[in-house]
């Protein structure tokens, strides 16, 4: 009972700090000056660079950054600068875990999540899809997190792949931190913080949804190969 108790008093922990990052960064400013953004760079990193932390504010935290650089917080294009770059070298560490360490795991023939048919499915997937692919993860959370490594385990060219790596970081970072910058302190916007954060989260999880509902059935898709 006392584990659980802690577990969810730690999850709503979680969700306060997602839902009032824009608070809680200035608190983390005051704190820690300028070494906020070697914290800010090793969230971003870990939540692109490892499978075990997609749960990691990403879009939000993009978003809340710009929203404090528009108030002089930060530096807006060193902050952006400095999360590209990690989110450049966290999808690089990613994919060269899959491709050293995601093959082995997936030999277990009985597994239901690790299936070794799930690395043929993957090679198919990145095959059909291309390197747009790693692109359009970047604004999906979870996937965001999964994506560079599953590319690893499928072999994807790494020259391909650093390319289209280098090009969503970028993308991603400029389009939701600069969007925080621009419009994050609107009236409406910080009076209504927590609700636009919301927003972007369901709006990011949305596509995931829609692929998810769409290919569920079709055995082609490595989508529907995971929930069987």
Known sequence: MDVLNFLFSTFLQFV?????????????VK???????????????????????????GDSLLFACGALAATGGLNPHLIAAILALAAILGDTVNYW?????????????????????????TQKF???????????ARFVPIIRTFAPFVAGIGSMNYTKFIFYNVTGAILWVA?????????????????NFSLVIISIIIISVLPAVYEFLKHRNDPEDPVSLVNK
């Open 16 to 28: 306060d700090f997602i839902l009032h990052l824009d608070k809680h960064l200035v608190e983390i």
């Open 175 to 191: 389009i939701v931190l600069y969007a925080g910058f621009f419009f994050g302190n609107l009236e409406i916007v910080k009076n």
């Open 97 to 121: 875990l899959g491709h050293y360490i995601g093959a082995r795991i997936f030999k277990k023939e009985k597994s239901w999540f690790f299936n070794p048919a799930h690395l043929v499915r």
């Open 31 to 57: 704190e820690y000056g300028f070494w906020v953004y070697f914290i800010l760079f090793g969230i971003v990193f870990a939540e692109t660079g490892f499978v075990v932390t997609p749960f990691l504010p």
């Open 126 to 136: 990145y095959d059909k899809h291309g390197g747009k692919t790693i692109i359009i």
